[in-house]
């Protein structure tokens, strides 16, 4: 159950990076190119890299790939699914 409950909020956090990256992209003046870039998980981490300005971009850029994956996996072993 604890399992459950912590992947869950790293799982929240993941999602409110990637939202900060999102909006960051959507509000750049070529938004079109920069959304698309974000569709795909290598255009992710490219953005990040080279695009992303933020005093906290390195905290962001982890907490949205680590928070995501390390998330998902600790809710579905609390779920009793083992991956």
């Known amino acids: 159950m604890l399992d459950m409950a912590v992947g869950a909020l790293l799982g929240l956090v993941g999602v409110v990076c990637a939202c900060s990256v999102l909006f960051h992209a959507a509000t750049n003046e070529q938004w079109n ?3 698309a ?3 795909t998980g290598a255009g992710f981490v490219y953005y ?3 695009w992303f300005d933020s ?3 390195w905290l962001v ?3 949205a790939v680590v928070g995501t994956i390390l998330g998902s996996t600790l809710f579905l072993r609390g779920a009793g699914l083992n991956i």
């Open 55 to 57: 005093q906290y971009k």
């Open 61 to 63: 850029a982890s907490g």
């Open 33 to 35: 190119r920069s959304v």
């Open 37 to 39: 870039i974000l569709l």
């Open 48 to 50: 990040v890299i080279f």
